[in-house]
C-alpha cells in the first residue's frame, strides 16, 4: 500500500510509515529518559546548592561573631 506525501509530491510505502514512526517513538522514549535523568541531576544540585549556601551563611556568621563581641565588649 502506498499514499502521496502531499509536501514532498512523492508515494510513500505504508512499511516506510511504519518504520518512520518506530523510529520517532524510539527517539521520544529516549528524550523521555534523559529528560527524567536531567530532572533528577537538577533535584540533587539544588539540595547541594541549598547545603552549600547554608554553609557559607554559617561559616560567615562564624566569623563575624567575634569581630561583634570585640565591638560590643567596647
Known amino acids: 500500500m502506498t499514499r502521496t506525501d502531499p ?3 512523492k508515494e510513500i510505502k ?3 510509515e511504519i518504520i518512520s514512526a518506530a523510529i520517532v517513538k524510539a527517539s521520544i522514549n529516549s528524550l523521555t529518559k534523559t ?3 536531567l530532572d533528577k541531576q537538577n533535584a540533587k544540585l539544588q539540595k547541594t546548592m541549598l547545603f552549600l549556601s547554608v554553609m ?3 561559616l560567615a556568621l ?3 561573631f567575634p ?3 570585640t565591638f560590643l565588649n567596647k
Open 7 to 9: 509536501l514532498r509530491n
Open 14 to 16: 505504508m512499511s516506510d
Open 35 to 37: 529528560i527524567e535523568k
Open 56 to 58: 557559607t551563611t554559617i
Open 62 to 64: 562564624v566569623q563575624i
Open 67 to 69: 569581630i561583634l563581641q
